[in-house]
């Protein structure tokens, strides 16, 4: 089954700590990995997916083929990353539809 | 350059009443999809339309009907509302290339 894990709720951290948020995902093919990031009261938005390789924000995210894995990072959070994060996949040949894990609420205190 | 629009924003409903919740954009994009947000849950996919006049089943589609009559709208209906479907409501859209899906703000539904 497809499904997408992210075991934390709630992550707290204080300023310029560093940050991970888990995802792991279970599909058999290779799906494609997206992050999603919502702020309070705004709609979502794509922070980054995997076939980019990109940072965005300061944060990166790195496909583990092997542990099935897209942990979310960045070395140094800021007080405006707080938000809620959900990690998503796309199966192959779904016509895009998403598939998201239950979201991470990240708190970033001062 | 709107997006993707929904209306209305927020409702109140009570049980058994219909309801159809509208989700518009503007990008001519082919796809179009309905979430629902739950706390813990995540989004879950309701419905979802590849083109227009096609439809098809998301993950949790029991108690909605949804239609695609217009290429920019993709309609979700209640037609007898539940309590369970109190929930947060989001549209999407993508096109046929290699992006990912626009979001709209979200309808915020609750039924008593």
């Known amino acids: 089954a497809q499904r997408v894990t992210q075991p934390e709720k709630l992550l707290s951290v204080f300023k310029g700590a560093p940050v991970e948020l888990k995802c792991n995902y279970s599909y058999s093919g290779s799906p494609e990995l997206f992050w999603y990031v919502q702020y309070s009261r705004q709609r979502l938005q794509l922070l980054l997916r995997h076939i980019s390789r990109e940072s965005i924000k300061g944060f990166t995210a790195d496909l583990n083929k092997g542990e099935t894995s897209f942990h979310l990072k960045k070395p140094f959070a800021q007080e405006e990353d707080s938000a809620m994060y959900y990690c998503?996949?796309?199966?192959?040949?779904?016509?895009?539809?998403?598939?998201f894990g239950a979201g991470t609420r990240l708190a970033v205190h001062p | 350059n709107a997006g993707v629009t929904q209306t209305p924003k927020f409702r109140v409903l009570k049980t058994g009443q219909s309801m159809t919740l509208l989700c518009a954009q503007d990008?001519?994009?082919?796809?179009m999809y309905w979430y629902r947000q739950d706390p813990g849950m995540g989004l879950r996919l309701i419905h979802y339309?590849?083109?227009?006049?096609?439809?098809a089943k998301g993950e949790v589609p029991d108690g909605y009907n949804v239609s695609r009559l217009k290429k920019q709208n993709f309609l979700l209906g209640l037609e007898s509302a539940a309590p369970s479907q109190t929930s947060v409501y989001f549209c999407?859209?993508?096109?046929?290339?290699?992006?990912?899906?626009?979001f709209g703000d979200g309808t915020r539904l609750s039924i008593l």
């Open positions: 999407a859209s993508r096109d046929r290339s290699n992006q990912p899906q626009h």
């Open positions: 990008m001519n994009h082919e796809y």
């Open positions: 339309s590849v083109g227009e006049g096609t439809t």
């Open positions: 998503a996949l796309t199966p192959t040949g779904g016509y895009n539809k998403l598939i």
